[in-house]
């Protein structure tokens, strides 16, 4: 007998965008549960939704190329995001630094493909200038430093990256609420809300 292939389902822009919507507020929760409750774990939760949303990628064998798969251009597929500010340099080797908060929201958004290519660190390590890219950023937090993936050893590029990343993947993801016009302060308070009445709800309900 024999065999058929297994079919293949095509996800509709509806399913599309609910996935979407449920990795968003996978990155509100867990940016509520570093900021408020100071529970740092969530970073590495921030990290992996954030390459979902913005930079996932995938091999097409039939193809022989890299595809690219994030979620928002599923959604909107010319999406515009705000830039980072200007860099501070604070030695004379080059290392420079970008102000709390990275994004200049006074600025025109830009396309996301030149966003992820923006330069967000410069730090010298060993006479070496490294310089790293939100991209950069996002993939080696998400794929080396906890949010998919956990590497024993730490390339430099890595190393900087976890070092960094407890601050810089909460700005991050404000940057990504604030370009797609998602009030992260009042959905925070709406999700703060739901857990303590749904907490209420079970506690009463198991008495």
């Given at each position: 007998?024999?065999?058929?292939?297994?079919?293949?389902?095509?996800?509709?822009?509806?399913?599309?965008?609910i996935k979407y919507d449920?990795?968003?507020?996978?990155?509100?929760?867990?940016?509520?549960?570093?900021?408020?409750?100071?529970?740092?774990?969530?970073?590495?939760?921030?990290?992996?939704?954030?390459?979902?949303i913005l930079c996932d990628?995938?091999?097409?064998?039939?193809?022989?190329?890299?595809?690219?798969?994030?979620?928002?251009?599923?959604?909107?597929?010319?999406?515009?995001?705000?830039?980072?500010?200007?860099?501070?340099?604070?030695?004379?080797?080059?290392?420079?630094?970008?102000?709390?908060?990275?994004?200049?929201?006074?600025?025109?958004?830009?396309?996301?493909?030149?966003?992820?290519?923006?330069?967000?660190?410069?730090?010298?390590?060993?006479?070496?200038?490294?310089?790293?890219?939100?991209?950069?950023?996002?993939?080696?937090?998400?794929?080396?430093?906890?949010?998919?993936?956990?590497?024993?050893?730490?390339?430099?590029?890595?190393?900087?990256?976890?070092?960094?990343s407890e601050r810089v993947?909460?700005?991050?993801?404000?940057?990504?609420?604030?370009?797609?016009?998602?009030?992260?302060?009042?959905?925070?308070?709406?999700?703060?809300?739901?857990?303590?009445?749904?907490?209420?709800?079970?506690?009463?309900?198991?008495?």
């Amino acid at each position: 007998m024999k065999t058929r292939k297994d079919l293949v389902f095509n996800r509709s822009n509806r399913g599309k965008k609910i996935k979407y919507d449920e990795a968003m507020t996978i990155i509100e929760y867990s940016v509520m549960m570093v900021e408020f409750f100071e529970i740092k774990e969530f970073n590495n939760v921030i990290a992996g939704q954030l390459r979902l949303i913005l930079c996932d990628t995938s091999w097409s064998r039939k193809e022989n190329r890299v595809i690219d798969n994030s979620l928002i251009k599923k959604i909107n597929p010319n999406p515009k995001l705000y830039p980072v500010k200007d860099f501070v340099e604070f030695n004379d080797k080059g290392d420079a630094f970008i102000p709390d908060g990275l994004f200049d929201y006074d600025k025109p958004m830009i396309d996301l493909d030149l966003w992820l290519k923006q330069v967000i660190l410069k730090i010298t390590l060993v006479d070496k200038i490294q310089e790293i890219t939100i991209f950069e950023f996002i993939k080696e937090s998400a794929n080396k430093g906890g949010g998919a993936h956990v590497d024993s050893s730490l390339p430099e590029k890595s190393f900087i990256v976890d070092v960094h990343s407890e601050r810089v993947l909460r700005y991050l993801a404000r940057g990504l609420f604030r370009s797609v016009g998602r009030d992260f302060e009042q959905r925070s308070l709406n999700n703060l809300s739901h857990l303590i009445t749904t907490f209420k709800e079970k506690v009463e309900a198991s008495e």
